[in-house]
Every structure is written in structure tokens, then in C-alpha cells.
């Protein structure tokens, strides 16, 4: 896998940027905030107009044809402006799930709208026991005359808050974790807007009792758990690639800083100390960058190894983020805890990053014991 930019996709991570440097100053993203408009129409659709949502989805589906590194550019340019449309949610998550769930009639039928901006998808999957991993899954689907009814309550649906369509997770009896098309606006359908830290919004969504027609189970029952794990991986990968993009972003600001801010009748640029911090951020994020490319590459190539890949990125990513951030705050001083100040607000975006999907402690966790296995087995077989 190649990681030098074609001339495509050089145009498109420029479009993107342009777009975030004109639509996502501070004072534009500080007003969108106080409105509590977590989703700007137009923006939106201007995402779709410019193939932006289309980018990482096949042309039989509507889509662009594209690939993973596609969506990455796209999603690190909205890290560095702090994009706070549901990206992640209703462009990555939900149909990157349906792409890997869905059967081909069902990816022609959903898809195609989702790329074209008129209909947004919303992933629910997470609940209160499973700390953003895809189980154990305590929702239930269960069998009726024609369909299934749909109970239990999902935590932090990204995307939610606005969403059409949900795609839920459920066990089906005899089956397993099982995934399901639910219109927003059904019967029984509930669900709650959730603020969040960095200034995007989420949502907790409960099915009680809600009636879905047979056709609307993704693919085959107990095909979830792979689709959810298809899913994930490419959120992370979006997730990780808007981390390195708003660490490129803090080190600027705080590389610009630097110059102009003076103490004792000099730039604090030019002290040593103050330097050998900002090349320590510096290497925090090109080793970030380096392991967002490893897991591109695992999802690229189906990797073997990509659920393991998949957290040695969320853990070491979000990490890297947390202190790079971090540091831009402490070089900047005061100034830098300031709500009218950006850097600020690209360490609340590490900070709520890292509670998605499993935090970084959850994912060191999870590997030690994929390596503790894979360890035994290989005893085992000696």
C-alpha cells in the first residue's frame, strides 16, 4: 500500500482543507456552539456536493470508488479545524457497518442516499456494560409474526442525535449479535441528545418494543459481531487520522506562538528548553502518523492481525494526542486554558476521543491478551 499522495488525492485533501480554513475559524465554530446546531445543513450537503461522503463507498453503492486513505485525508483536514458535523457517525461508522453487513441488494438500497447527503445513518451499537466495544450486546431482537421486536438501550450512538436511520446491534436467539435497519422515527423508538465535552453532540437511544419487518436485518442473523468489527476498525482509522491531523494543527499554533511571544526582550521561541518540548510533540505525532498508516494498511489488506492493529492505533494515537495537546496548552500558558483560544479546544477533542470506542488503558488490555493467546497457542502446537 503506497502512501505518497496521488494527484487525486492531493486535490481532494486541498479542497478539504480550504473548505475547513474558510467555514472553521474559531469565532465561525464558537457561534455553532453556542446555537447547539450540531449538524449545519449546508455544510452537509456540501460535504456530498463535493464527494466527500461518496469518497471511501464503492460505485455500485453510490459512491466514489475510493479507499480507506481517502476517507483518512478527508477526516485529518477535519481534525485540524475541529469539524463538529457528525463525520465519524453518519459517514464513516454507519455505512462502512451497512457496506460490510448488508447484503448487495440492501448496500444499492441504503448507501446511494447516505452519499448524496439526503438521508444520514447513525451506528448503534455501544451499551452501558460493553465500554465501546461491540459486546457483550444486551439488546434483543426477537422473533414476531413477519419481522422481530427490537428491546434494550444503546449509549453514546455518534451521529444520533439527528439521524434517519439507526443500524442496531442485537442478539437474536440461537444466532447471535445481529445487526437491523430502524428508522428514527418508529414506534417505540426513544432517544435522548447527548452534549459532549469537545462540542459534539451524541445520542443514548432506547428500542421499546419496536417492530422491524424481516428485511430489515443486515445480510444473514449472526453476521453482526464481523460487520461490527469491519465498522469499528474503519471508525478508529477516521478517529485516528482526525488525531494526527488536530496535533498538526496544535504544533503550528503553538510554533507561531512561539515566535511573537516575548519574555526578557526575546521570542520564548528561541530558548532551548522550549524547543526540545516542541520537537518532542513533533515526534509524538509523526510516530502517531506512522501507526494511523500501519492500520490503514491492516484494513486495506484485511489483515489478520486487525483487530490487534486496531488497538495498538487507538491506544497509542489517542495517548499521543492527549500529551501533544497537552503540551500546547503548557507553552502557551494561560492563555491556552481560554475558551476564545483554539488549543484549548484540540485537547478536548483528544480528551473525548479517547473514550470512544474503548479507551486507550481498555485496548493495551485487549492486546496483552491477543498476544497472551497467541503465545499459548503457539506452545500448545510445539
Known amino acids: ?54 469518497a471511501a463507498l464503492p460505485e455500485a453503492a453510490g459512491g466514489l470508488g475510493g479507499n480507506v486513505i481517502d476517507m483518512a485525508l478527508i ?31 440492501q448496500r444499492e438500497a441504503l448507501l446511494p442516499a447516505v452519499a448524496d447527503g439526503s438521508r444520514r445513518l447513525a451506528l448503534a451499537y455501544s451499551e452501558s456494560q460493553s465500554r465501546g466495544f461491540t459486546g457483550p450486546v444486551l439488546t434483543r431482537a426477537t422473533p414476531a409474526p413477519g419481522g422481530y421486536t427490537l428491546h434494550g438501550t444503546k449509549t453514546l450512538v455518534l451521529g444520533g442525535r439527528d439521524a434517519d436511520a439507526f443500524v442496531v446491534s442485537a442478539d437474536v436467539a440461537g444466532a447471535g449479535t445481529s445487526l437491523f435497519v430502524v428508522e428514527a422515527g418508529q414506534e417505540g423508538v426513544k432517544r435522548r441528545s447527548l452534549p459532549l465535552h469537545d462540542g459534539s453532540w451524541a445520542a443514548e437511544v432506547t428500542f421499546d418494543g419496536v417492530f422491524v419487518p424481516a428485511g430489515a436485518l443486515l445480510g444473514e442473523a449472526g453476521n453482526g459481531e464481523a460487520a461490527l468489527r469491519q465498522g469499528l476498525a474503519h471508525g478508529i482509522a477516521a478517529l485516528c487520522a482526525e488525531l494526527v491531523g488536530a496535533m498538526e494543527k496544535a504544533i503550528e499554533i503553538t510554533a507561531d506562538y512561539l515566535k511573537v511571544r516575548k519574555q526578557f526582550g526575546v521570542a520564548i521561541g528561541s530558548f532551548q528548553s522550549l524547543q526540545h518540548r516542541m520537537s518532542d510533540m513533533a515526534a509524538e505525532m509523526e510516530v502517531a502518523r506512522s501507526m494511523l498508516y500501519a492500520l490503514l494498511a491492516a484494513i486495506d489488506n484485511d489483515s489478520s492481525d486487525l483487530d490487534r492493529t486496531v488497538s495498538q492505533a487507538k491506544s497509542l494515537v489517542v495517548r ?4 501533544v495537546c497537552g503540551q500546547a496548552i503548557q507553552l502557551h500558558g494561560g492563555i491556552g486554558m481560554t475558551e476564545e483560544y483554539p488549543v484549548g479546544h484540540y485537547f478536548k477533542r483528544a480528551v473525548v476521543a479517547d473514550t470512544m470506542f474503548g479507551n486507550a488503558d481498555m485496548h493495551d488490555a485487549r492486546n496483552a491478551e491477543a498476544w497472551q493467546a497467541s503465545l499459548t497457542e503457539k506452545e500448545e502446537q510445539a
Open 1 to 54: 500500500m503506497k502512501f505518497n499522495l496521488n494527484d487525486e488525492q492531493g486535490l481532494l485533501r486541498d479542497s478539504v482543507r480550504r473548505f475547513v480554513d474558510k467555514e472553521y475559524d474559531l469565532a465561525a465554530r464558537t457561534a455553532r456552539l453556542r446555537s447547539g446546531e450540531p449538524c449545519h445543513a449546508g455544510h452537509w450537503q456540501t460535504f456530498a456536493d463535493n464527494g466527500w461522503l461518496a
Open 320 to 323: 499521543a494526542a492527549r500529551y
Open 75 to 105: 477526516s485529518a483536514e477535519f481534525g485540524r479545524g475541529l469539524v463538529i458535523e457528525p463525520w465519524l457517525g453518519s459517514a464513516v461508522l454507519a455505512p462502512q457497518t451497512v457496506l460490510a453487513g448488508g447484503s448487495a441488494q
